[in-house]
């Protein structure tokens, strides 16, 4: 049998937040959340805002800490953070993520065919003389022009700069793909090419994704399961058929109604 692509049990975060009375209180933003996504699988993480989502997703990077449970990509262990150079670039080589927002990830400085050949030079076995054309290839896929690709960060669109970070993630060629609403914030015919893209890669590599998505639609094209959350727990999972088209819980079938977007909740 064949290990997950990523492994989480019981995994909680519990934020330490002010009262509003000059004090603190615990905040438990992710309660003992258990999935796995098989390898080559992809799984969607839908729910309301504030849910946890994000949070799930910063801990599997390591980018927060988790406060109990565990989590494995690859079967290796991701509950501590590493500091060791060659353990993080290991690390960045099994998963990559996307956030909503790259322009913080982004180096200003630095035009789009940099970027991306930073990643490469990093993270692929490419001559300096064969990089230029995996970007371009890469550049492509995720529909930049030519210019675009000579353009810095503050010249792009939100929309093309969410395109070059879904591009120094692919030239990464990681085992896994998080996409934290990566995807539904681009114009559709964009959308509808990236997620074709997203589509083969799966197919030719086995590359396994985790989308966080408010956009079901996006879910039920990329994804096989989904998991629902709401105040950091799961409250439903399963495949996307059974999920999505016949939810048992009514807090899905309320989210399957309404078309959410961020800071959306159900009923409101
Ligand atoms: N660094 C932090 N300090 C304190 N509370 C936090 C922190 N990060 C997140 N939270 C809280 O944890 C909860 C979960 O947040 P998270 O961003 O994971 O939700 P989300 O489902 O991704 O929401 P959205 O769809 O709006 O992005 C929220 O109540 C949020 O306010």
């Not at 991306?116 to 995996?134: N, Y």
Request: glycine share 8%; with cysteine; hydrophobic share 40%.
């Amino acid at each position: 049998m064949s290990v997950d692509a990523v492994s989480v049990s019981g995994l909680s975060k519990t934020f330490r937040v002010p009262d509003g009375k000059g004090g603190h209180i615990r905040h438990m933003a992710v309660d003992q959340v258990t999935f796995a996504v098989e390898a080559g699988g992809s799984l969607g993480i839908v729910g309301e805002s504030g849910s946890g989502k994000t949070t799930i997703a910063r801990m599997l990077v390591g980018l927060e800490r988790a406060s109990g449970g565990s989590m494995t990509v690859l079967g290796r262990d991701r509950s501590t953070p590493t500091r060791r150079a060659v353990e993080r670039n290991r690390r960045a080589r099994e998963l990559q993520i996307v956030f909503q927002d790259p322009y913080t990830s982004l180096d200003p400085s630095q035009s789009a065919r940099a970027a991306v050949d930073e990643v490469l030079r990093h993270h692929a076995k490419l001559t300096a003389g064969q990089r230029p054309t995996r970007t371009a290839a890469l550049m492509e896929q995720v529909g930049l022009t030519e210019r675009q690709a000579d353009a810095r960060p503050r010249d792009l669109s939100g929309g093309q700069r969410q395109r070059v970070a879904i591009a120094r993630a692919l030239a990464a060629e990681p085992r896994v793909l998080i996409l934290d609403e990566a995807v539904s914030a681009l114009d559709v015919s964009i959308q509808a090419q990236i997620v074709n893209l997203l589509a083969d890669i799966r197919a030719a590599t086995g590359m396994a994704y985790l989308l966080i998505s408010h956009d079901l639609a996006v879910v039920r094209q990329l994804c096989d399961a989904v998991l629902v959350l709401r105040r950091g727990k799961v409250v439903e999972q399963g495949s996307c058929g059974q999920v999505l088209d016949a939810p048992v819980e009514d807090y899905t079938r309320r989210l399957r109604a309404a078309v959410p977007v961020p800071g959306w909740r159900p009923g409101s």
